[in-house]
Each structure stands twice: as structure tokens, then as C-alpha cells.
């Protein structure tokens, strides 16, 4: 059974870090291209940040580009999204996506960015 499970969101104020993880299970990360996306109520999601099976290339958001950086532990099978400098503006709903249409995701973890 393929699932995805996220973890590592919170409560923090503006210019704080946060890790956020995506643990895969029946599937091989490295073999995927994956995705974090992230939404809040009444919003179109928003990918934030993907990362290819080939060459391990990354690409951002203009939203959080030098600010959030995608990896990932193969051995583990873990995906990380690393937020620095926190705005309350990514304030959303993160989750790890991947498949043809993205629709191979988890349920979630809640960011909440104070000011």
C-alpha cells in the first residue's frame, strides 16, 4: 500500500525554522519526482517546491525561493522540506505529493507563522 505520511509542522513566529518530513512508504522516493505543496482555505495549492528523480534537480516558488530548501534521505525514504525564515504568509497546509497528477499525497501537516 502506497502512503505518504507528514510530520514536523507547528506553531512559530515570524523568522523561525521548521523541518518538515515526508515519510514514504510503498514506494521508492529516489525513483520519483516529488513535490511539497502547501494551501490554505478558499486557495488554489501551491507547489512550493519539487524535486526531480533525474539529476536530483530542485525548483521553488518564487514565494519561498532562498528560503526553503527540498531533500531528501534515500535510505530512510524520508522527503524534508527545510523553512527558514518563516513568514506568516506560509501560513498553509503542507503536504508531500507525487504521481502523474499529483495525486499520490498525504493528509498534511499545519504550519501557523505568527507576526
Known amino acids: 500500500q502506497v502512503r505518504l505520511e507528514e510530520s514536523g509542522g507547528g506553531f512559530v513566529q515570524a523568522g523561525a525554522s521548521l523541518r518538515l518530513s515526508c515519510v514514504a512508504s510503498?514506494?521508492?522516493?529516489?525513483?520519483?519526482?516529488m513535490a511539497w505543496f502547501r494551501q490554505t482555505p478558499g486557495q488554489e495549492r501551491e507547489q512550493v517546491a519539487r524535486?526531480?528523480?533525474?539529476?536530483?534537480?530542485?525548483y521553488y516558488a518564487d514565494s519561498v525561493r532562498d528560503r526553503f530548501t527540498i531533500f531528501r534521505a534515500d535510505a530512510e525514504n524520508i522527503l524534508y522540506l527545510q523553512m527558514n525564515n518563516l513568514k506568516p504568509e506560509d501560513t498553509a497546509l503542507y503536504y508531500c505529493?507525487?504521481?502523474?497528477?499529483?495525486?499520490?499525497r498525504g493528509r498534511g501537516t499545519q504550519v501557523t507563522v505568527s507576526s
Open positions: 505529493a507525487t504521481g502523474p497528477t499529483w495525486g499520490i
Open positions: 510503498g514506494l521508492t522516493m529516489s525513483s520519483r519526482t
Open positions: 524535486l526531480t528523480w533525474v539529476g536530483d534537480r530542485a
